[in-house]
C-alpha cells in the first residue's frame, strides 16, 4: 500500500483473494480492496472464468456491480466494460452468463452474502445500466469529462466514470476510485489498471495523469 496521509493506494497485485464455488459448481474469486465499515460499503473485485453462470440469488444488502473485462448477459441484455447491475436488498435477480469469462467491481451496502434461489419475483426493481447511452459532460471541478452511472438505490453511493486527459491532475474529491484505463500518480506512488484509491476526508491529495486515464469513481450522498 502507498500513497500519502488521507490517500491510499491498494494494488490489485496485493489485495488478498477468496475461492468461491456456486450451486452449479463454477468457480470465481473474491478479491477485497476494502470493507469500508463505517459506512457499511463494501468494494471487490470479481473474478468468473469462461462459461460460467451465476446463478439466481437474492442477499441482504443492495449492490451496483460495474463490469470491467468481458460481458455479462442477463436478461437478454448482453452487458459491456462500465455496464452496471443495480441489485436491491432481498430481491432475486438472474442468472447471469459469463460466457467469455467476465471481470466485475462489486460495491455493497450492507451484506454481500447471497444464497440461491429457483425461482424470480414477479417485480424486477433491478435495473441495468448501459453506460454507453450515457453523455460525456464536462467537469470543471475535477478537471475531466464524466458520466454519472449511479445516484441512489445503493445506500449512500454514487458512482462515475471520470475520464482525464494527458497531464491533467485533479483533488481526490471522491470517497474511493479504480483505475480502469492508462495510470496516475500520487505524490511518490505510480499505480495502473484495476489498482484502487481510497480517500479519508472530504477532499484529499492531487492525483496525477502524465499520459490520461480513466476512473471508476466512488462518492457518498
Known amino acids: 500500500m502507498a500513497g500519502t496521509d488521507t490517500v491510499e493506494v491498494v494494488r490489485c497485485a496485493d489485495i488478498p483473494w477468496e475461492d468461491r464455488r456456486n450451486v452449479d459448481n463454477w468457480p470465481s474469486r473474491a478479491g477485497m480492496y476494502w470493507d469500508d465499515r463505517e459506512h457499511a460499503l463494501c468494494f471487490r473485485l470479481i473474478d468468473y472464468p469462461v462459461g460460467s453462470v451465476e446463478p439466481r440469488h437474492v442477499h441482504a444488502g443492495s449492490h451496483a456491480t460495474t463490469v470491467l473485462k468481458g460481458r455479462a448477459i442477463v436478461d437478454g441484455l448482453t452487458l459491456h466494460p462500465l455496464d452496471v447491475i443495480v441489485g436491491p436488498s432481498n430481491e432475486p435477480h438472474g ?127
Open 95 to 221: 442468472p447471469l452468463h459469463y460466457v467469455d469469462g467476465c471481470q466485475l467491481l462489486s460495491v455493497f451496502h450492507g451484506s454481500y452474502f447471497h444464497s440461491e434461489v429457483q425461482q424470480l419475483s414477479q417485480e424486477k426493481q433491478y435495473r441495468l445500466i448501459q453506460s454507453h447511452g450515457i453523455a460525456w459532460e464536462n467537469d470543471a471541478a475535477n478537471g475531466c469529462e464524466a458520466k454519472l452511472l449511479l445516484d441512489g438505490g445503493v445506500g449512500p453511493l454514487q458512482l462515475r466514470v471520470l475520464r482525464f486527459r494527458p497531464g491533467a491532475e485533479t483533488v481526490c474529491r471522491f470517497h474511493a476510485a479504480l483505475v480502469v484505463e492508462g495510470g496516475a500518480r500520487i505524490g511518490d506512488a505510480e499505480f495502473g489498471v484495476w489498482d484502487f484509491v481510497r480517500v479519508h476526508g472530504a477532499a484529499a491529495g492531487c492525483m496525477r495523469f502524465p499520459d490520461g486515464g480513466v476512473l471508476l469513481a466512488a462518492s457518498l450522498r
